[in-house]
């Protein structure tokens, strides 16, 4: 598969910043009730930062190595106002940081690292339920990167920190930029984003991303109606998604997204149109009465495939062999139904996806043992073949050749 056209040095900063973000869309699903800590207790926003940070976590431990905590390296770098006298913004942020410039929030807790996770979390809080990504799709891009999206960059470097930068939890811009502790019991963190920095590294990560787009749709007739087009539509979908989460982040701020953004469900409704472009032809070999040959392809037409058709590119292939089971003192007659569902891309001959089953059933005759044998087949394709599809082509990521 070639994709037209390049992504630009510009753009490669992009795309890996949308990685570098992917944590930003759970946090911000995760944090959406979430306030300020203002009226709490320092007990109650330490738990109530940890349970945010918990979640902006849950998401991804099957599929990141686990991250240090988004606030240390802000500890290597900021140190702690041991000063008698209460900095300014410890009782109102704004006062130090103008919400004209900043956007900002303080947390508390009764030590440093609780601490700044909770001025991050109300930070991210602040953004409320408007900026928001499903966890699937988040999970859709990190496994791109881990299947090879990371390549598209043409450069190895940028490879390594894409695939890297997907286990940092920690908006893009954002820093822990001071600590007070109070000589008693509890430390004070300002999470701050400066506003005209965190503009300028969205709009790049939007139109590098909106590239990457372009070069996901742009392909002839031919490539389009395939599975691999079927993937690059709903792969675009994904990163149409990521895209409206960052625009409306910059609503929040104040400033005007890049136009043209579309949602991602714009290029989901194009992929349907793919799949009803796409016949699947499927031969059995052995069936009884057309059964399993009506059970897959009951499958594909719940995924919007047509079956059937002459010269299809893509064909299951399904073979079945029954025999008899002889079994001591039993007076019912067994039989062993073994079954194999191969579908290929007869392009180039290529299995893309397996399906075996085997069973022994029984019953008073030889001809309803075979019966039963053939009814728990079908109703095995019927309860697991379509998810399996599915699977299959969630996780079937564009990959550049």
Known sequence: MKIKGKLTAGNYCGLWCLCLSLALSLAFSACA????????????AQASAQAALDRMDGGRQSTAQPA???SSSAQQKTAVNNNKGKPAWVDSVDSVYSRAQYVAAVGYAADRTMAEKNALANLIAIFGQSIKADQTIVNTYIEAVKNGVA?????IAMENTIKTSTSMDTLVGAEIREVWFDSKSTYYAAAVMEKTKTVRLYNDMIQANQTMITNLITMNQTEK?????????????????????YGNLLKVIGVAPPEGLKKGDDYRLEAQNITKAIPVGITVK??????????????FADLGFRSGGTNAR??????????PVELVNQQNKFTRIELTANLTDTSTNTVLLPFNFNSREGHATQSEADNRAYAVAERKINA???????DYLSQLIPKKR
């Open 225 to 245: 109606n395939s599975l691999e087009g079927f993937s690059r539509y709903q792969f675009a979908a994904a990163v149409a998604d990521i895209n409206i989460s």
């Open 314 to 323: 893509y064909v299951l292939a399904v073979d079945i062999n029954t025999s």
């Open 286 to 299: 052995n069936d009884k009465a057309g059964r399993i040959q009506g059970a897959f392809a009951k499958a």
């Open 33 to 44: 009730s979430s306030s300020a800590s203002g009226g709490a207790s320092p007990a109650e």
């Open 384 to 390: 697991e073949y379509s998810t399996l599809l599915n």
């Open 68 to 70: 240090a905590p988004a």
């Open 151 to 155: 390549n598209w960059t043409d450069n």
